[in-house]
């Protein structure tokens, strides 16, 4: 199920501000294809508020999402602030939006989204599989959490394939979960942190047995507290991830330039384990994700998700208390998948 592979990507460009002119993201990057979820809610709807793929382009938002003086796209995601209705985590986070400005096509429409190749419908897609290419570094996790042992303490997701929550195809799954999130985790008082990333099986949501499944890429997995040391990655250390579906399987490379590159593959079309799906996520939509998921949920509760993380909601507090993660890019890209050399589907 998991087989070797190969990649290392280049930065991007670098742009640059006038005095009177404070650069957004999408003058530096190409958001074309993106719109934002932020961990605040100004419209006042009891929402996260969202920008849209058309607004994007020049937004910019000083505490959440902006450009730093690297020219780098820096999102922050404090542990208190207002969440998505499905979360108790908290996100400054882009979803991908493959019908561009064209608002006719619906969020969860097929021609919004792609598939895998082996889906009955999978020609009414916006795309058959995708790519995305980033060059990113962690900033900072939270650093202060009541269930240290619960395994999302001190960790953000900076990438990730979500599949849409409901589906009105007769061959859709509909569960909306995640083929991938790709993790950093960072224990207190570790020199450095752990990349991983997870697979959840697609399964419903009551079924017991649905979970995430960690690969470790550099360092450890989320229940390891030991230090990585100098196999782990620090933060403000730079490395690279791509995300490649091309017809039923998914192709993840990583690359550091300490540490060199490791790959995985895996269907999305078969399951990964007696437990999982058996069609894998053969009849889902599905669209990527990157920027900053903070996995610290402040909720205390009885949970594998609820770290119990400190947090009051007062951004200037949380900030100074260290009660927030940020992640800087320096390349996101999209584009169509690629063959794998030497792989056989």
């Excluded at 404070?22 to 934002?36: C, H, M, N, R, T």
């Excluded at 897609?125 to 995708?130: A, C, R, T």
């Excluded at 100074?320 to 996101?332: I, P």
């Amino acid at each position: 199920m998991i087989l070797a592979a190969a990649g290392l990507l280049a930065l991007p460009a670098a742009g640059f501000a006038t005095e009177d002119h404070v650069q957004a993201p999408g003058e530096v990057f190409d958001l074309s294809y993106w719109k934002i979820t932020l961990p605040m809610d100004d419209d006042g709807d009891d929402r996260p508020d969202e920008i849209s793929v058309r607004d994007i382009q020049d937004y910019s938002h000083p505490d959440f999402f902006y450009l730093d003086d690297e020219q780098r796209m820096v999102f922050t995601a404090p542990n208190r602030a207002i969440t998505t209705g499905n979360s108790s985590n908290t996100r400054s986070e882009l979803r991908q939006m493959l019908r561009g400005t064209n608002t006719r096509i619906g969020t969860h429409d097929a021609g919004n989204n792609f598939a895998v190749r082996a889906r009955r419908d999978s020609d009414q897609y916006g795309s058959i599989g995708g790519r995305m290419e980033a060059t990113v570094r962690v900033d900072h996790v939270a650093r202060n959490a009541m269930h240290p042992d619960r395994n999302p303490a001190y960790s953000v997701v900076v990438g990730q394939i979500h599949a849409v929550g409901y589906d009105n195809t007769s061959s859709g799954f509909g569960y909306g979960n995640e083929p991938i999130k790709i993790y950093y985790k960072k224990w207190p008082g570790h020199e450095t942190g752990s990349v991983f990333w997870t697979y959840e099986r697609n399964l419903a949501r009551d079924n017991p047995d649905r979970s995430d499944i960690a690969v470790p890429v550099f360092g450890n997995i989320w229940d390891n507290p030991d230090d990585p040391g100098e196999n782990g990655i620090a933060l403000g250390e730079d490395f690279i991830y791509e995300i490649n579906v091309h017809n039923n399987t998914m192709y993840v490379t990583f690359t550091n330039e300490r540490l060199g590159t490791v790959g995985h593959a895996v269907s999305l079309v078969q399951g990964v384990d007696e437990l999982d799906n058996p069609q894998g996520y053969g009849g889902d939509s599905l669209y990527f994700k990157a920027g900053a998921y903070n996995q610290c949920s402040t909720r205390t509760q009885e949970g594998f998700w609820y770290a119990g993380c400190a947090g009051t909601g007062d951004w200037a507090v949380d900030r100074a208390n260290g009660d927030y993660a940020q992640v800087s890019f320096s390349r996101l890209v999209l584009g169509p998948s690629v063959p794998f050399a030497g792989a056989v589907e």
